[in-house]
């Protein structure tokens, strides 16, 4: 460590995040590596050391013989101070050595609102901001994630993207670029051979050009780039790399225990949850297998708690066998088990009382919406029985409270449906009073709303968000409404939601308005202390762009989009079809019971879709 470091580390907060030296971090010889990735997350070391897929990529790259890939997280406001103050540029974890001196420089990106913190992490890197000014092969920008399916607002910013997962692509992009650097090829060059590599887009290679409205007209292909852009897929789980010796944190991290990942996809297909397209087709691990790495997960990690996570963990094939299995191991060791986003309609009791011999952990549910009509217009395919069906198991079992998730603003929803939510909770609290077997403990019902955002490759991709206005008419109408004893309400802030909505429906024109709202001081915005609404709206004026164009304005079906030119193997006449049966309030089963035709089967060697 530096002295500069040294010195400044004991006044900031959480100096753990920013010294590495972690058990399991992999560190190699600078001298016979020949190609070194600065790998960052745009977020705080304690979300980025949770994310699954950072840890997947991280042990991918490091395999690699002659690549060394380093961590580098974004600092929180206090040390950006003291770096920026004291001449320290972002650095790596491993090394200590500043993200300049790397061959690439790797984002993945879950969430529109770290787009500030990508562009703030490679000012603080001293690093060219945009794709353009940087010339040479060094200092490749390229970046993936779950939120990288439209890309555009990050076009100006990023040489390239990774659509799709990553296991097996970024050893072929990595690869290319040994090539490319050891025969002196120019970027130009290397961009021209990166973009055939599947999954991969050089958006430098599409121009798009917009009408006086700023709508988008055209996009321009240019010669030799692919027309479009379909996501990387792993064909088979259970021979992907599962990092089980990953790196064990100095600190507590959100996640703070052994993540078992049971499968990628979700048969659902609730029709606002761009995850639940996105990933398709469902590939689930095998039981045996997962149990083996969750046998050394935890015995390398020596945690006492290991998750078993995917987008719908209760739809996993083989959950009660899986469960039970590690159940004979984690019990007598005193390691708690647990299964996050259960469904509330195949939620069994007896794997209720399995779970909560060790810990036992929170209830929560995603209704989404209080009325069965709306239930079914987003496909959220549980009913009400079942919701009380479930609550009434658990509190018997024991549990005294329950968290419900909603959301407001849904495409058709009205205020029937707003004070649907209010009849629901005071049903699950008659269903406590009747079924619960310790009563003097009272009950607490959380309840949360979140603001509708319409995403990319959903069947809602086209709806309008409505206003921030309207919004807090409908939070405001659920709250006088809501039996206010026993429930605790939070709602999401409206702001946050819209430019949440604008980034995720954006365009390439929202790089000049990213650029704009970091010279205003725009970054960490999902934290509430450093979220400044009103820094992002001076942004979008002084760019004359309205965020409008993106929210409340909607899109019409067959207007050109701005993530046209990438496919996840979902069609759109799909996605149509899916939107005018929400119009209908008609269900479409989960992919399990029944092939929808999506299109996403086709991605699997041999699949078949009944298109
Ligand atoms: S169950 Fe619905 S909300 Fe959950 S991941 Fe699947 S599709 Fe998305």
Redesign the pocket.
């Known amino acids: 460590m530096n002295n500069k470091l040294e010195r400044i580390l004991p006044n900031v907060q959480k100096p753990a995040r920013y010294v590495g030296g972690e058990y399991g971090q992999t560190v190699k010889d600078k001298a016979s590596v020949d190609l070194r990735v600065a790998f960052c997350f745009p977020d705080t070391y304690e979300i980025g050391m949770s994310n699954l897929g950072m840890r997947i990529l991280y042990a991918v790259m490091n395999q690699m013989d002659g690549v060394w890939c380093e961590r580098v997280f974004a600092p929180w406001a206090d040390m950006e101070e003291a770096m920026i103050q004291n001449d320290i540029p972002l650095y790596a974890l491993e090394s200590g050595d500043p993200i300049s001196d790397f061959d690439m420089i790797a984002f993945t990106i879950g969430y529109e609102m770290s787009y500030t913190n990508v562009l703030n992490m490679l000012r603080l890197g001293n690093i060219p901001l945009h794709a353009s000014e940087r010339k040479g092969l060094s200092q490749m920008v390229f970046a993936g994630g779950a939120c990288m399916y439209n890309p555009e607002p990050l076009a100006d910013f990023v040489d390239f993207f990774c659509i799709g997962e990553g296991e097996e692509m970024t050893p072929e992009i990595l690869n290319l670029y040994r090539k490319a650097k050891r025969e002196g090829w120019t970027k130009d060059a290397f961009l021209c051979e990166v973009c055939k590599i599947e999954g991969v887009y050089v958006p430098s290679l599409y121009e798009h050009i917009y009408g006086d409205q700023g709508e988008l007209l055209e996009i321009r292909v240019k010669e030799g780039a692919p027309k479009q852009i379909r996501k990387r897929i792993i064909q088979n789980l259970d021979t992907a790399l599962y990092p089980t010796e990953g790196i064990v944190p100095n600190l507590e991290i959100v996640h703070d225990r052994s993540n078992l990942e049971v499968m990628r996809g ?1 048969i ?3 029709r606002f ?1 761009q ?2 397209f996105t990933y398709r087709p469902v590939r689930p691990r095998s039981p045996k297998l997962l149990q083996k790495q969750a046998v050394e997960a935890l015995e390398f990690s020596g945690c006492h708690e290991i998750t078993l996570s995917s ?2 963990t209760s739809d996993y094939y083989a959950l009660e066998e899986l469960a039970g299995g590690m159940l004979d191991y984690c019990t007598p060791r005193k390691i708690s088990l647990s299964l996050p ?1 259960l ?1 509330a309609d195949n939620f069994s009791r007896e794997l209720m009382l399995k779970l909560q011999q060790v810990k036992k952990s929170g209830l929560t549910f995603a209704p989404e919406a209080g009325t069965q009509r709306l239930r079914d217009a987003i496909n ?1 395919n549980v009913t009400e029985e079942e919701i009380l069906h479930t609550c009434a198991i658990a509190f018997s079992g024991g549990w005294n409270s329950v968290k419900l998730y909603f959301m407001l603003g849904l495409p058709t929803e009205t205020d029937e449906d707003v004070l649907g939510i209010a009849d629901l909770v005071y049903k699950i609290y008659q269903t406590w009073r009747e079924n619960a077997s310790n009563k003097k403990r009272g009950v607490r019902i959380h309840v949360a709303t979140a603001f509708f955002v319409p995403k990319p490759f959903t069947p809602f991709q086209w709806e309008k968000q409505i206003t921030p206005e309207e919004y807090l008419r409908r939070t405001k109408l659920l709250k006088a409404n809501m039996p206010a004893k026993f429930v605790e309400y939070k709602y999401h802030e409206a702001d946050l939601s819209r430019l949440e909505a604008v980034l995720a429906r954006g365009d390439r024109r929202l790089g000049a308005v990213l650029e704009e709202a970091v010279n205003r001081g725009c970054r960490l915005d999902a934290w509430d202390e450093y979220f400044n609404y009103s820094a992002w709206c001076e942004a979008f004026d002084c760019c004359k762009i309205d965020p409008d164009h993106y929210t409340v304005r909607g899109f019409e079906e067959g207007e050109l989009l701005p993530w046209q030119t990438i496919s996840d193997g979902v069609s759109t006449a799909f996605l149509s079809r899916e939107r005018k049966k929400a119009y209908a309030s008609e269900t479409t089963a989960d992919c399990r019971s029944q092939c929808a035709g999506c299109g996403a089967n086709c991605l699997l060697e041999g699949g078949k879709c009944n298109a």
Request: contains cysteine; charged residues 25%.
């Open positions: 979700c659902r297909g609730c949850c995850a639940g987008l719908s986003s469904r959220k």
